[in-house]
């Protein structure tokens, strides 16, 4: 079975620091991560996802993770955080079936 | 132009009463989902239909019925609806993996808010 824990419900950040929202994820077969970002009143939006490539991994809004797989982990980062990340994040993982399994979400605020 | 569109946005209804949800996605994915999401932010899969079959059933009491008249279409009806159906849920559609033999993203919609009073 797969799982997906999310370190910090909620994480705290000043304008322009950085971000690090952790992910850690528990898989017998080689894993896909996805992280997604949820605004306020909206859908899930696809931040990155890794899917065995590179284990460095950039996405979209100067984000990017890391797949580190004798950590089991896939910690998300950006160098600096600007006020519009604000938001709540998701780390997914999936198997190469139908079924994503979800995190429980971290949540960000940027602080000016 | 929207990939994956709910109807509708918002849904306030009263305890015992039947509504449906409707979702539509444009991306020509093979794949759609039903999602909850309560008010804690936990994200739960519902169901899965590939092709208009269903593909994933987790446990959803039987009062929660999907339809898929078409592979762009998954419709989500609910009968006798109770207070803790009070949540977000999301439509979201993707390639299936065998289909691409890549890990497809999925695309989500806009949700529905429904709230049970």
């Known amino acids: 079975a797969q799982s997906v824990t999310q370190l910090g419900s909620h994480v705290s950040v000043s304008e322009g620091a950085l971000v690090l929202l952790r992910c850690n994820y528990s898989s017998s077969v080689p894993p896909y991560l996805f992280w997604y970002v949820q605004y306020p009143n909206q859908g899930l939006q696809l931040l990155l996802k890794?899917?065995?490539?590179?284990?460095l991994v950039k996405g979209i809004n100067g984000f990017e993770a890391e797949f580190k797989k004798s950590e089991t982990s896939f910690h998300l980062t950006k160098p600096s955080a600007h006020m519009s990340d604000a938001a709540e994040y998701f780390c997914?993982?999936?198997?190469?079936?139908?079924?994503?399994?979800f995190g429980t979400g971290t949540r960000l605020k940027v602080l000016a | 132009d929207t990939a994956v569109s709910q109807t509708p946005k918002y849904l306030v209804t009263q305890m015992g009463n039947d509504k449906s949800i409707k979702c539509e996605q444009n991306l020509g994915h093979d794949t759609m989902y039903w999602y909850k999401q309560d008010s804690k932010k936990f994200l739960k899969i519902m169901f899965s239909?590939?092709?208009?079959?269903?593909?994933i059933n987790e446990t959803v009491p039987n009062r929660f019925s999907p339809k898929s008249p078409d592979k762009a279409h998954l419709n989500l009806h609910i009968n006798s609806l109770e207070l803790g159906d009070s949540a977000v849920y999301f439509c979201?559609?993707?390639?299936?993996?065998?289909?691409?033999?890549?890990?497809?993203?999925?695309?989500f919609g806009p949700g529905t808010r429904l709230l049970v009073l």
């Open positions: 997914a993982v999936t198997s190469g079936t139908y079924k994503y399994i």
């Open positions: 890794y899917t065995s490539a590179a284990t």
């Open positions: 979201a559609s993707s390639h299936l993996y065998w289909t691409t033999k890549s890990q497809e993203t999925q695309y």
């Open positions: 239909y590939n092709n208009k079959e269903l593909i």
